[in-house]
C-alpha cells in the first residue's frame, strides 16, 4: 500500500516529503537495510536529502481505505504502519487514536488492519 509523496532515485521508489521543492527528503523504515547515503534520523527511520534534480519521477498517492468499519483518508505509509484520518465526534469508540477539534481522529495503525484500499496516483512534473 502506498500514501503520500513518493519519488524514483536511482530505479528505487522511496517515500518522500515536499516533493514541489528544491531539494527532497527520502524516507526509509529502520526495518529496511540502510539505504545509499541514508542516515537514522529522530524519527527512527532512514533519511536522505537529495536535489530535485536527481530524480527520475516525483508523485502523490491518495488513498483511502476502511480501518474497523470506517472509512478513512490514509495520510503515508512507512514500512508495516500507516497514519489515518477521519471524522468523529465519538473519540472513545477508537482509544488508540487521537481525538482533535472539530472531530479529527488521526493515528498511526498497522497497515494489515486497513481494507478496501483505493490509491490515485498523482504525477508530480520534475
Do not use: C
Not at 493515528?107 to 508530480?124: A, F, R
Amino acid at each position: 500500500m502506498r500514501a503520500g509523496a513518493y519519488a524514483a532515485l536511482d530505479g528505487v521508489t522511496y517515500r518522500a516529503k515536499n516533493v514541489r521543492g528544491p531539494s527532497i527528503l527520502l524516507l526509509a523504515p529502520l526495518s529496511d537495510p540502510q539505504p545509499p547515503g541514508f542516515e537514522r534520523d529522530n524519527h527512527r527511520r532512514w533519511s536522505r536529502r537529495v536535489e530535485r534534480s536527481q530524480f527520475t519521477r516525483t508523485f502523490v498517492v491518495k488513498t483511502t481505505a476502511v480501518w474497523k468499519g470506517q472509512q478513512v483518508t490514509v495520510r503515508s505509509v512507512l514500512g508495516d504502519r500507516a497514519t489515518i484520518e477521519f471524522g468523529s465526534q465519538d473519540a472513545s469508540r477508537w482509544p488508540e487514536l487521537t481525538h482533535h477539534k472539530h472531530g479529527l481522529m488521526t493515528g498511526t495503525v498497522p497497515v494489515d488492519s486497513l481494507s478496501d484500499v483505493t490509491e490515485e496516483v498523482i504525477e508530480i512534473p520534475l
